[in-house]
């Protein structure tokens, strides 16, 4: 397995360890009416569940990205760096997130969202 498949293995669990946080992190958690409880929560959990909606956002362009530089047979060094990179800006994402950084949040998206772009380039 390829550093950029390790990669996507862990883009698939992300964000379920942000809703983790959300449902967790604090007292009142029913599974009988999760989706209710979700959208009522506020602060870190509120913010922690967006980034699980955020991830989920943004894993389609990732997985088709690693694939196609895969089946492209793009250098295999780029691809690992670039998704390696993603998963990096995706965790750094979630704590800016939740630290309420908005500025230092849309930053480390943007570079989350140059990696997928990279992707694309190097498979051309």
Known sequence: MTLAYACLLIAIFLPYFYTGYAKFAGPGFT????????????????????????QFESFAPFAIGV??????????????????????????????YLADKCSLRSLVWLGGFLCVLGLFVISF
């Not at 599974?31 to 955020?54: Q, S, T, V």
């Not at 196609?68 to 800016?96: M, S, T």
């Open 31 to 54: 599974n009988k009416d999760a989706r209710p409880f979700l959208e009522a929560l506020e602060g870190k959990r509120k913010r922690a569940y967006w980034a699980h909606l955020n």
């Open 67 to 96: 694939l196609l530089a895969h089946q492209r047979h793009a250098p295999q060094h780029l691809i690992d760096g670039l998704a390696a990179g993603f998963i990096v800006f995706r965790i750094a994402y979630f704590f800016f």
